[in-house]
């Protein structure tokens, strides 16, 4: 199929959609995510006390395979469908994405609170901000997804807040305790970061916004748009965020926000294991 840009020239492309290689490139990172979430799942994770086995696997790998499912139906999204027929999908995908960041919230809160123990009260009113922080960012990114509204950057948005505040108590962690292992954690965040600085710049060039003008403005080839590049560089990050795991799990502490269900007994048990 063959369109007219808004000059006189015509689009050599065939299609206005994503080329095979932006949705092969998000289900390889899907795979990437899914592999290290059931690493991380079932290592044997140990690490003195205060570190709570119970709630690390319930976060890590929960983020890791929430990501993966998102992934994976964005290129599922990408490959076999077009426009307003993907909504669907899309939106399912997004809000995957979008619900991923909720346990990565829940990684690095526990973390906060192995680094600053002493202020239970504050970590209450965090918890309960971060909960309607993650509702208010699934209806957005739903809303937006759905009328076709500035959903990519409420996407962006969403995952980059989170990453960020993730990167950053990693690099605090980092700090008070250093080790190799920690300084891979804040750069893999890092990555993530440019990754995503990456893919807001280069998607409505190389993206299918970008067909407007024949990719143009892309300064990659045809082949090797937007989602490859990010794709790419999140995966390598992943995979180095999930070694530096395995090599030195974060200290995450029960969060006693959570003691009512029950579990922080259990991870106690485990601590001392």
């Known amino acids: 199929r063959r369109r007219r840009n808004r ?5 050599t492309d065939p299609t206005p959609g994503p080329h095979y290689t932006t949705y092969i490139a998000l289900y390889a990172l899907a795979a990437v995510l899914a592999l ?26 929960g983020h890791l395979l929430l990501g993966a499912v998102g992934y994976a139906l964005e290129g599922v999204a990408k490959e076999r469908y077009a426009g307003q027929e993907s909504t669907g999908i899309l939106v399912a995908a997004r809000l995957l994405i979008a619900l991923s960041m909720d346990p990565l919230i829940g990684v690095f809160f526990c973390i906060g609170e192995g680094l600053l123990p002493d202020s239970p009260a504050l970590w209450s ?25 500035r959903a990519f950057d409420t996407i962006i948005i969403v995952v980059g807040l989170v990453t960020l505040a993730a990167t950053i108590t990693w690099g605090a962690a980092c700090a008070r305790r250093p080790s190799p292992a920690g300084v891979v954690k804040t750069a893999a965040g890092s990555v993530i970061l440019v990754a995503l600085a990456i893919l807001a710049a280069l998607e409505p060039r190389c993206g299918d916004a970008g067909y407007a003008d024949c990719f143009a403005r892309c300064p990659f080839p045809v082949h090797f ?10 995966a390598v990050a992943y995979l180095s965020l999930s070694v530096a795991q395995l090599v030195e799990a974060d200290l995450v502490v029960a969060p006693r926000f959570f003691a009512f269900l029950g579990l922080e007994g259990a991870a106690k048990e485990e601590t001392t294991a």
């Open 7 to 11: 000059g006189a020239m015509e689009c």
């Open 36 to 61: 290290c979430g059931i690493l991380l799942l079932a290592a044997p994770m140990a690490r003195p006390p205060p570190f709570s086995r119970v709630w690390f696997r319930m976060f890590w790998p």
């Open 125 to 149: 009113r965090l918890w309960v901000l971060s909960g309607l922080f993650v509702l208010g960012s699934l209806v957005a990114v739903g809303v937006t997804t759905a009328l076709a509204v």
């Open 225 to 234: 748009r937007s989602w490859p590049v990010y794709a790419c560089i999140v």
